[in-house]
């Protein structure tokens, strides 16, 4: 009933850009804190940006300057727009929603919280 998809991955060369988007449907999407993750292999589950109902932002160190959030009411769509993109951004990425999501999570844990499943963004040299 529930739906969370992600799009927009894909392969670019250091310094370039992506926009990865997440459109969702079931829930009051005007109500719902939302958030994008990001998991390399070996690495741990890693917030990389949230927004919340009321639209305050937040970014994590290593993204702040580079990446933006933003969410579209009429499309019920969150978008991350990912610019001067570098070796490390290159994970899979995750988009949830719910109260409580900016607090962290495991990417795609069970619970109150509405996962996608991902979608690939890889950064080549």
């Known amino acids: 009933e529930v739906q969370v998809v992600e799009s927009g991955g894909g392969s670019v060369q250091t310094g370039g850009s992506l926009r990865l988007s997440c459109t969702t449907s079931g829930f009051i999407f005007d109500d719902t804190d939302m958030a994008w993750y990001r998991q390399a292999p070996g690495n741990e589950c890693e917030l990389v940006s949230s927004?919340?109902?009321?639209?305050?932002?937040y970014y994590e160190d290593s993204v702040k300057g580079r990446f933006t959030i933003s969410r579209d009411s009429g499309e019920n769509t969150v978008y991350l727009q990912m610019i001067s993109l570098k070796s490390e951004d290159t994970a899979l990425y995750y988009c949830a929603a719910g109260e409580g999501v900016q607090f962290g999570g495991n990417c795609g844990a069970a619970g109150s919280i509405y996962w996608g499943k991902g979608t690939l963004v890889t950064i080549s040299s």
């Open positions: 927004i919340t109902s009321g639209g305050v932002t």
